[in-house]
C-alpha cells in the first residue's frame, strides 16, 4: 500500500494516492474503482453458469447500469456545492479583460479588478481533484480486504492498520478468519456452466465407472480429469452437455494434454454450428491461440482457489474498518495541531462525508450478496434420502418374497458379506440366483438396505420398525458435518453423551483444503463452528475427546478452552500411534495426543477394567490385601490415639489355602490373638480406618473385607481386602492396540482398503470406556472409515452394553466404507481378506440419511421475473430504485426457489424435488420433506405410518354444506386423497403431523381432513397432543372440543420459521 502524503489540514498537502499509479486521471482511477467493484459484485464472470455467477449474471445489466449510473455519478453529485456556477465566466471575463489592457499598453498584474478575479480563481476548491481522491480511497479501501471471492484483513506491512474487537478478556484468542465460515468443499469443481451467446454449456462430472476407480492415489498415478467414456457429449435445445470422469490416470498424463484431447474429442462430436461456437479466439499473451473451449477447459480443471469463506457480517464488519481507515488514513488526526485554513476542514470533512455515504452503499450490496449466501450455508439443509439397514431378525416375513426377489440387494449381500460362498446341505439352504425364502430365513443376520425395496413396501416396513418399539441402534448422516449438526440439533438437544472427533490433522496432505497464506485461520474457522453446534446436543454427564498431532495441537485445545472453558480441560493424553516412529523426519515420531474434556455439569471420566491376572480370588470375585496399618511414618499413635487399639484374631478360622483368619474387636476363646498396630521397630502406629468404619466392615462376618494373616516372623497382621471396580486411566496409552497401523489392517480384513489410516478399534474402545456409560448415544462427527460406530457395535456385545452411534461424513467413501464397516461389524465379529470369519452374529437397525448440500442449494436457486406494478415503481423512484437494489433484490428475486422451500410445492408434499450431486453426478432427487420436517422439530418420532390413499362419497346436504357419506374407502396412488400421520414427542410434549396432497378443492380438501383424523382417532380417545401439524390451509382448529388442550399448526410456516432460523449460528 502507498502511504499517505502531507496532511489533509495542509494548505499544500498532496492528496494521497491510495495505492494508485502517480500521475493517474480521474477517469483511469475511476476505472481502476468501477473494475474492483465488478469483481466484488461478482460481474466480471459474466460467461460462467453456475452457482451465485449464475444468479448475479442474470442480474448483470441490472446492477452495472445502477453502478455506472446510479452509484458513481453521486460523487459528482456531492461535490456540486463545491462548483460555482460562473466559474467558466469568470474565467473568460478575465482573460477578456487581460487581453484588453495588455493591448492599450498596460501591465494587467497593476490591475485591482485583474487581482479580484484571480483572487476568485485561486479560492476556488480543485472538485476534480476532491472527486479524485474519493474513488482513490475507495479503492484502496475495499481492495484491501478483498482477495479470491472472499473478504478478510489482508496482511500489510504497517504498524496499526487494523484494530481487533476486545471486551476486556484476560486472554483473547484471535485469527485472520474468525469471524468467517468455512465453505470449502473441494478444490474440483463438480460441475461447471458458461454461456456462448445464447446457448449454454455445461461441464459435468460423471459416478466412476467401477469402484476400484475410487481408490485413493497409488505410486505412479493422479486424479485427473478426462472425458467419460459413456456419452461424454450430448446436446439439447441450446445446451450441450460435456461429461467428465475424475479418475486415476498415469502421473506422466498432465491435465493440459488431457484438455487438448477432450477439446478435439468434443468439436469432434458436435455440430458445425457448435464447434464454430466454441472455436471462437480467447487469447492471452502466453497463449493467443486460446479459444472460448480451451479457456473454459483450463478453469473446470484447475484447482479452484476461490470462494473458501463466507463472512458471519460483512456489513457490520466492513463499517467498523471504514470509519477506522478514515480515522487514521484520511483524517491523520495528529496534523489537526497544523491547521491554518479552515476551509480546508470544510473540504476534507466534505470528502469524509462523500466518501462514508458512498462507501455505505456499496457496503450494503456487499452485505446483500454476502449475507444472501450465508442464509443459503446456514439454512437447514433438506433430507434428499432416507434409509434403513436392518436385519432379517427384525423384519416380517411377508416382506420376505420381495427381498428374495431383488437382484441388487443380492449383489450388495455378495460384496459385502460374501453370501455366494454359504453353500447348502439337506437342511439349510445354500445360495442360488435368484435368493430363496427359505434362504433368508436361515440367514437372519443379513441386513437388507430399504433402498432396494420398493417406496410402498419401504414405508410399511418404517412403520412395522416403529410402532413394534424395536431399538434403532444407530444414525448415519452423509453430509458436511456442520449441516448435519445443524439440522440434527433439536433431536438430539442434550442427548450425547460421547462425542469423539478425530478432524484433519492440516498437516497439507490429509485433504483439507485451506486458503493460500491462510492454513491456519481457515482450520481454526472449520474447527471453531463446529464445536459451537456440537455444545448443545451435549448431555449433563457428557465427555468430549478429540485426537490431533502436534501440527494443530495448541490451537485446537485453545478452541476447545474457547468452547468450554478451561475448567472443562481434564487431560491430554499421549497415544503411542507408530512405535517405529516416522523416520524421515528428525526425531521419530512415535506419538498423536487425545484432549479429553468435561463440558457438561457431571461430565466424568470412567475407570478403565481392571486387570485381575494373578490376583487371589474368593467367593465375592478377584481382591488384593492391603495392610490396614498406616504405613505412613507421619501419623501414629502420638498424633492419632483414635486409630490406635487392638483387633482379635481367630487362628482357627486360618484357611490352609490361603492362610486368611478371621478377625473382630472384641476378644473371646475363638479370638483369642491380640493384634495391635506395630511398625518394623516395633513401636505404635495407627490404623487407616476407626473403630465405626471396621464394625460395618465386620458386620457382615466371615472373610469378606477384613482378615487376618500371619507373618513370617510368626505375628499376625491386620489386611483389608481391596477390591478395586476398575483404574484410572494414565495420560500415556502404550498398548500395541492403539497404533494406526493396527486400524488400517483391521479395515483391511474387512475388505475396506480405500480409506487411508482408519483409527485402530482398540483406541475407541478404550475411549467408549473412559468416556461413557453402558448405554447412550455416542457421535463422531467426523467419521471417517467408522472405527466409532464400530467400536460401539463392539461394545453391544457385552451384558448390559446398549449404546447408540451418531456418524457423520461428508466423503465419497461413505457408501463403500463406513456405512458399510458398521454393518459388516454387526454380521460378524472376525474378517478376514473381506471374508466373515463366522456369520449370523448380530441383529441391527439403522438408519441413513444424506442432506442436500451448500452448492444444490446455489445450484437450485431461479430467478422469478418482477411484477408490473413492481417495475413500474422502481422505475418511477430512484430511492425506491436504489434501496431495492442495495438491500433486497437477492432475496425477493429469488423466492420460490426450491432450495428457499417453495412452499406451493407442498400441495404434494411427496414429491418436492431438488437436483442434487451425488457420487460426482447430478440427478434429480425427491427431497423426504417427512423426515426434513421431523428433524425440524426435534421429533422423537414413535410412529410413522405408510400413506394411505383414500376415497369417499362427498355431497351436500340439505343446508347444502358438503358432506361425507358412507366409510373412508381404499383407492390407487394418485386417486382420492392421500395422508401420512406421523407420530411422537418433543421436550415440549406430544406431536401429532398430518401430511396430505391437496387438491384444487379447498373444501373437499378439508371436509375429508377433518374425517379422516376424527374417523381414525387422532383427535379423541387415548391420543393425547399437545401440537398438530398440517399442511395447507385448515380449520382443524374448529374441530377442538372443550376439554381439550392441542394447537393446530401450518407445516409450512414452522417449516419456514425453522429452516431458516439462524439465531443459534
Known amino acids: 500500500m502507498v502511504g499517505v502524503t502531507g496532511s489533509p489540514w495542509s494548505k499544500r498537502s498532496r492528496p494521497p494516492s491510495h495505492g494508485l499509479e502517480p500521475g493517474e486521471s ?15 459484485f461478482q460481474l466480471d ?34 461535490f456540486e456545492k463545491y462548483r460555482p456556477a460562473d466559474t467558466a465566466a469568470v474565467q473568460r471575463e478575465l482573460d477578456k479583460l487581460v487581453a484588453a489592457i495588455e493591448s492599450a499598453g498596460m501591465n494587467p498584474d497593476d490591475s485591482p479588478k485583474i487581482q479580484g478575479l484571480r483572487a476568485q480563481l485561486t479560492a476556488r476548491i480543485d472538485v476534480a481533484a ?21 473478504f478478510h484483513s489482508q496482511r500489510r506491512y504497517k504498524a496499526g492498520v487494523y484494530a481487533i474487537p476486545y471486551e476486556g478478556e484476560e486472554v483473547k484468542l484471535h485469527w485472520a478468519n474468525h469471524d468467517q465460515y468455512y465453505i470449502k468443499s473441494s478444490e474440483h469443481l463438480s460441475h461447471y456452466g458458461f454461456t456462448v451467446g445464447d446457448r449454454s454449456v455445461r461441464f459435468e462430472l460423471a459416478a466412476a465407472g467401477t469402484e476400484r476407480d475410487n481408490n485413493k492415489t497409488r505410486s505412479g498415478q493422479e486424479r485427473r480429469f478426462i472425458l467419460a467414456t459413456e456419452a461424454p457429449v450430448s446436446a439439447h435445445e441450446g445446451t450441450l452437455t460435456v461429461r467428465f470422469e475424475y479418475r486415476l490416470a498415469p502421473a506422466k498424463q498432465k491435465q493440459p494434454g488431457l484438455n487438448a484431447q477432450a477439446a478435439a474429442a468434443i468439436l469432434e462430436a458436435v455440430s458445425a454450428d457448435w464447434a464454430a461456437a466454441l472455436g471462437q479466439p480467447a487469447p492471452t499473451k502466453a497463449n493467443p491461440a486460446r479459444t472460448i473451449l480451451h479457456k473454459h477447459l483450463h478453469r473446470y480443471t484447475a484447482r479452484n482457489t476461490f470462494d473458501y469463506f463466507i463472512h458471519k457480517d460483512l456489513g457490520g464488519f466492513l463499517r467498523r474498518e471504514l470509519d477506522f481507515f478514515i480515522k487514521n488514513e484520511i483524517l491523520l488526526l495528529d496534523d489537526i495541531d497544523q491547521v491554518s485554513d479552515f476551509s480546508k476542514v470544510e473540504e476534507t470533512l466534505s470528502k469524509i462525508r462523500v466518501l462514508r455515504v458512498i462507501a455505505h452503499k456499496i457496503i450494503a450490496f456487499l452485505a446483500q450478496l454476502e449475507d444472501f449466501q450465508k442464509k443459503l450455508w446456514l439454512k437447514k439443509k433438506f433430507v434428499v434420502e432416507s434409509q434403513w439397514c436392518v436385519t432379517l431378525d427384525r423384519i416380517p416375513a411377508a416382506f420376505y418374497p420381495e427381498i428374495a426377489a431383488s437382484a441388487p440387494q443380492r449383489a450388495e449381500w455378495v460384496r459385502l458379506f460374501a453370501i455366494d460362498r454359504i453353500a447348502g446341505d439337506q437342511t439349510t439352504p445354500g445360495y442360488s440366483e435368484p435368493l430363496t425364502v427359505a434362504f433368508l430365513e436361515a440367514n437372519q443376520s443379513l441386513s437388507v438396505d430399504t433402498c432396494f425395496l420398493s417406496p410402498e413396501s419401504r414405508e410399511r416396513l418404517i412403520e412395522h420398525l416403529l410402532a413394534s418399539g424395536g431399538a434403532v441402534h444407530g444414525l448415519l448422516v452423509h453430509a458436511d458435518n456442520l449441516q448435519a449438526l445443524r439440522l440434527l440439533r433439536e433431536r438430539f438437544r442434550s442427548q450425547i453423551d460421547l462425542v469423539y472427533m478425530d478432524p484433519p490433522y492440516n498437516t497439507g496432505g490429509d485433504g483439507f483444503v485451506y486458503k493460500d497464506n491462510y ?15 456440537i455444545a448443545p446436543l451435549l448431555s449433563d454427564a457428557a465427555t468430549l475427546f478429540a485426537s490431533i498431532d502436534d501440527h494443530e495441537a495448541w490451537r485446537l485445545r485453545s478452541l476447545l478452552d474457547d468452547a468450554f472453558g478451561t475448567e472443562a480441560f481434564e487431560a491430554q493424553l499421549v497415544i503411542q500411534s507408530n512405535k517405529r516412529g516416522q523416520t524421515y523426519k528428525s526425531v521419530a515420531k512415535t506419538h498423536e495426543y487425545l484432549f479429553a474434556y468435561g463440558p457438561s455439569v457431571d461430565s466424568k471420566l470412567r475407570k478403565l477394567p481392571r486387570d485381575n491376572t494373578g490376583l487371589d480370588a474368593d467367593e465375592q470375585g478377584a481382591y488384593e490385601l492391603w495392610e490396614l496399618r498406616n504405613r505412613n511414618p507421619k501419623f501414629g499413635r502420638f498424633n492419632r490415639p483414635n486409630l490406635y487399639f487392638p483387633f482379635f484374631v481367630a487362628p482357627s478360622t486360618s484357611s490352609p489355602a490361603d492362610g486368611l483368619a478371621e478377625v473382630s474387636l472384641q476378644r473371646s476363646d475363638t479370638f483369642c490373638v491380640e493384634v495391635t498396630p506395630l511398625n518394623s521397630a516395633g513401636e505404635a502406629s495407627c490404623w487407616r480406618w476407626g473403630t465405626s468404619k471396621v464394625r460395618e466392615a465386620l458386620s457382615s462376618g466371615g472373610k469378606g473385607i477384613l482378615v487376618g494373616k500371619q507373618k513370617r516372623d510368626g505375628s499376625w497382621g491386620i489386611y483389608q481386602k481391596a477390591r478395586l471396580d476398575g483404574t484410572k486411566a494414565k495420560t500415556i496409552w502404550l498398548d500395541k492396540a492403539f497404533i494406526n497401523e493396527r486400524g488400517t489392517v483391521q479395515a483391511n480384513h474387512m475388505g475396506l482398503r480405500e480409506f487411508g489410516f482408519p483409527k485402530p478399534l482398540g483406541l475407541l474402545s478404550q475411549v467408549l470406556t473412559v468416556g461413557s456409560g453402558p448405554e447412550g448415544w455416542v457421535m463422531d462427527p467426523f467419521a471417517g472409515s467408522g472405527t466409532t460406530g464400530h467400536a460401539v457395535v463392539e461394545s453391544t456385545r457385552q451384558p448390559g452394553e446398549e449404546r447408540k452411534f451418531l456418524l457423520i ?17 454387526a454380521y460378524a465379529r472376525e474378517w478376514k481378506d473381506g471374508l466373515p470369519q463366522s456369520r449370523g452374529s448380530g441383529s441391527q437397525c439403522i438408519q ?6 451448500y452448492e444444490d442449494a446455489l445450484d437450485n436457486l431461479e430467478l422469478q421475473a418482477r411484477s408490473g406494478p413492481q417495475q413500474q415503481l422502481l422505475a418511477a423512484s430512484r430511492t425506491a430504485r436504489e434501496d431495492y437494489t442495495l438491500s433486497y433484490m437477492l432475496d425477493m428475486e429469488t423466492r420460490g426457489s426450491a432450495s428457499l422451500l417453495n412452499l406451493e410445492r407442498f400441495n404434494d408434499p411427496f414429491h418436492y424435488t431438488l437436483k442434487v450431486t451425488q457420487n460426482n453426478e447430478t440427478c434429480l432427487k ?3 420433506l417427512v423426515e426434513t420436517f421431523n428433524f425440524l422439530l426435534g421429533l422423537r418420532v414413535e410412529r410413522m405410518q405408510a400413506r394411505v390413499h383414500l376415497t369417499a362419497e362427498l355431497k351436500p346436504d340439505e343446508h347444502g354444506r358438503l358432506q361425507v357419506y358412507g366409510d373412508l374407502k381404499p383407492c390407487s396412488s394418485g386417486e382420492g386423497w392421500t395422508f401420512r400421520v406421523v407420530q411422537g414427542h418433543t421436550a415440549d410434549g406430544r406431536v401429532l403431523v398430518v401430511w396430505r396432497v391437496l387438491t384444487d378443492d379447498p373444501e373437499k380438501d378439508n371436509l375429508m381432513l377433518d374425517t379422516f383424523c376424527l374417523r381414525t382417532g387422532l383427535l379423541g380417545g387415548s391420543q393425547a397432543f399437545d401440537r398438530i401439524y398440517v399442511n395447507g390451509d385448515h380449520n382443524l382448529a374448529g374441530l377442538r372440543r372443550t376439554h381439550d388442550t392441542w394447537t393446530a399448526h401450518l407445516i409450512e410456516e414452522s417449516f419456514h420459521q425453522r429452516m431458516f432460523d439462524s439465531a443459534d449460528a
Open 26 to 40: 480521474m477517469t483511469t482511477k475511476l476505472a481502476k474503482l468501477t473494475t474492483l467493484l465488478r469483481g466484488l
Open 45 to 78: 464472470q459474466a460467461d460462467l453458469d453456475f452457482g451465485i455467477y449464475r444468479v448475479m449474471n442474470q442480474k448483470r445489466a441490472e446492477v452495472e447500469h445502477f453502478l455506472d449510473h446510479d452509484l458513481l455519478p453521486q460523487v459528482k453529485t456531492a
Open 130 to 150: 476532491l472527486e479524485d481522491e474519493v474513488f482513490s480511497a475507495l479503492f484502496t479501501f475495499f481492495r484491501r480486504y478483498y482477495h479470491g471471492g472472499d
Open 519 to 533: 492454513r491456519h485461520a481457515s482450520w481454526m474457522s472449520f474447527i471453531q463452528d463446529r464445536l459451537a453446534h
Open 809 to 825: 461424513e461428508s466423503g465419497t467413501y461413505f457408501d463403500r466404507v463406513t456405512r458399510p464397516r458398521v454393518r459388516k461389524a
Open 848 to 853: 441413513y440419511i444424506r442432506l442436500e448440500s
Open 926 to 928: 425427491t427431497v423426504n
